[in-house]
């Protein structure tokens, strides 16, 4: 079963086909049609809705961030255990108004500074907007900021929704007049709706505490004919479902895998979800050889390639999504954090998670090439039934629960090179599925430059992007080793290994960096696509590598000065 609360109501649900993304619930299941379908792939963010996690069973009121999110790519069930909420729910406050539903901030700034004309895109701003109003407001409330919100925060806010009549120009308005206008209605003291679900107040309290402490067997959380979608709780059960279910889809964010039921028409057969596994969701600070320790727990076996080095890893969980992982990458990686406001929009890195990212093997995803040229490992782990003779996944319709103690799990720690085989192909087979990242910390005569090259500078897919990690000696004249992460340059992301040589041992000059560019073509031969042609991408990427030299000259000067 899964359950959430839709703007307010109490929903639970176990029939239900798995493929059910949010947009399709609403608007064809419970004939809520406010919230709109333009492109149907996560592109121009007029499906957008917000979401917040509901309180834990201890806490009535949850302080979890609200977020948005596409609702035409999302699968319905990563709602479980979290509030929805569509523009006529925030707008609508008949108890308190009965006369005329009190705008909530973002509608009535869209309304004042005139941000909607058609209006096909509005319900969807208002979503991106109200959610920043309400999270930059639960921050001021909690102290952490004073500022309002500024002109770069609404940018960076709408950044994933399109208007195609209005202009941004009004909208960018009406995100700047949100604040005044709550700050107004506190003056005037105008009772606010509150958007949290209240446990203590909620009529659908205690069933839905009864449900939560259901969850405890692995069964099917949807089931509709022949198809079924697993929400395993832990690792434990992760293993067990995908050993008993070896060719299941594994859904993480979803970002991804969504687009192939909206535009591929797929419908999967089995699910497995790793939303609620929180150890998927951490990070740590571990060397390479306690990482293997740490993390075979309640596993078979474990082999792990990584070498002695004593530098320790950043460790992240493969379930973090983008927005969980950028605040640890702006602690141990900035130049790396950087790149985040050119990976999609709020919406996609809400949802989008690193596992997601580097298992989907994407020749054109951005962050495998800076991964490698990180020298990245990969935990992948391998589960296998012990016993399959009473469960096998080819023709087991009837017996769709999960027992106990059938997994045996072997895990790998590889570098991320060795990951990826071929186009899409991985080291990942049935049953397996990837832990967690590990990237040595960077040391101090280390640099890493990352250029991303496309058509727009919010929310587009790479046309190429590289990653340049520069070791130098430690006077700082010689480049002692090279990393160059390629990303749209074939059919895998690759390191360009005949450029990194031809600067090993080489000086600090910008005219190594032209020649070692030379070397490209003997490294790749790219194609031609929607995005780029051949030509363009092998100049731009030989321009990028010069770049690089150019930008470690600088700060080595700047070191020197
Ligand atoms: C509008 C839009 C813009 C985008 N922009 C960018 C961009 O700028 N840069 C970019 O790199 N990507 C971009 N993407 C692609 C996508 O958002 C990312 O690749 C994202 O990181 C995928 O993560 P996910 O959790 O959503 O993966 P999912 O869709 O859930 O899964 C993707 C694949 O990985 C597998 N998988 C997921 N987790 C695991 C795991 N732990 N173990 C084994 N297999 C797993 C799934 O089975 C599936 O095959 C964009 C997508 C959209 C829709
Ligand atoms: S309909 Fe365009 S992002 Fe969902
Ligand atoms: S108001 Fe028409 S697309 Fe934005």
């Not at 709109?36 to 509901?54: F, I, N, P, W």
């Not at 999110?69 to 609508?92: K, Q, V």
């Not at 012990?386 to 017996?399: M, W």
């Amino acid at each position: 079963m899964i359950h959430f609360y839709l703007n307010g109501q109490y929903k639970q649900l176990t029939d239900l086909n798995p493929n059910t993304t949010v947009l399709e619930y609403l608007r064809l299941h419970e004939r809520q049609t406010d919230t709109k379908e333009g492109c149907g792939s996560g592109d121009c963010g007029a499906c957008t809705v917000m979401a917040q996690r509901l309180p834990t069973i201890d806490a009535d009121v949850s302080d979890a961030p609200f977020y948005t999110l596409n609702s035409c790519i999302t699968l319905l069930s990563l709602m479980d255990g979290h509030h929805l909420m569509t523009a006529a729910f925030i707008a609508d406050n008949p108890e308190h108004h009965p006369d005329r539903a009190l705008l909530h901030p973002a509608q009535q700034a869209m309304v004042d500074c005139h941000g909607s004309q058609c209006g096909f895109c509005t319900p969807g701003f208002v979503m991106t907007l109200a959610s920043t109003y309400e999270n930059h407001r639960q921050q001021v409330a909690k102290g952490t900021i004073t500022d309002d919100l500024s002109y770069d925060d609404i940018v960076a806010a709408i950044g994933g929704n399109l208007c195609r009549c209005t202009g941004y120009r009004p909208i960018i308005d009406a995100g700047l007049a949100m604040s005044e206008i709550g700050r107004q209605r506190d003056a005037d003291q105008t009772i606010a709706k509150d958007l949290t679900i209240s446990l203590a107040t909620d009529a659908m309290a205690n069933s839905r505490q009864a449900v939560s402490s259901e969850i405890s067997t692995i069964t099917p959380a949807l089931t509709q004919a022949s198809r079924k979608l697993f929400i395993p709780q832990s690792i434990a059960e992760l293993n067990q479902v995908l050993a008993a279910h070896p060719k299941a889809t594994i859904w993480a964010g979803g970002t991804d895998l969504g687009l192939s039921v909206t535009q591929h028409l797929i419908d999967h057969e089995t699910i497995v979800q790793l939303s609620a596994i929180d150890e998927l969701k951490s990070w740590s600070l571990q060397d390479l050889s306690q990482n293997a320790d740490a993390q075979s727990k309640g596993t078979n076996d474990v082999e792990s390639e990584a070498d002695s080095s004593t530098v320790p890893s950043l460790v992240l969980g493969a379930g973090m999504s983008y927005k969980q992982m950028l605040p640890v990458l702006e602690q141990y990686f900035p130049n790396f954090a950087n790149l985040f406001e050119r990976i999609a929009s709020p919406q996609i890195r809400n949802m989008g998670t690193i596992g997601g990212n580097v298992a989907n093997a994407s020749p054109i995803g951005d962050l495998p090439p800076i991964l490698l040229a990180l020298d990245a490992h990969i935990h992948i782990r391998h589960c296998t039934a012990v016993d399959i003779s009473d469960i096998d996944d080819a023709d087991n319709t009837n017996n769709n629960d999960v027992h106990s103690n059938q997994a045996s799990c072997i895990d790998e720690i590889i570098p991320l090179s060795e990951f990826f085989l071929d186009y899409k192909k991985t080291k990942l087979r049935a049953g397996s599925y990837v832990v967690s990242l590990h990237i040595p910390l960077m040391q101090d005569h280390q640099h890493l430059y990352i250029h991303k090259i496309s058509k727009r500078y919010e929310d587009d897919i790479s046309a190429c992007l590289l990653a340049a990690r520069l070791d130098l000696s430690a006077d700082g004249t010689t480049i002692q080793n090279a990393k160059f992460g390629l990303g749209g340059m074939a059919a895998i992301p690759l390191l360009a290994a005949k450029c990194q040589q031809a600067l090993i041992g080489q000086s600090v000059e910008v005219a190594n960096f032209e020649q070692a560019a030379q070397m490209l073509s003997s490294d790749v031969s790219p194609m031609t696509d929607v995005r780029a042609s051949r030509e363009y991408r092998m100049h731009v990427m030989q321009r990028l590598i010069i770049k690089c030299g150019k930008q470690l000259v600088a700060d080595v000067q700047a070191v020197d000065a």
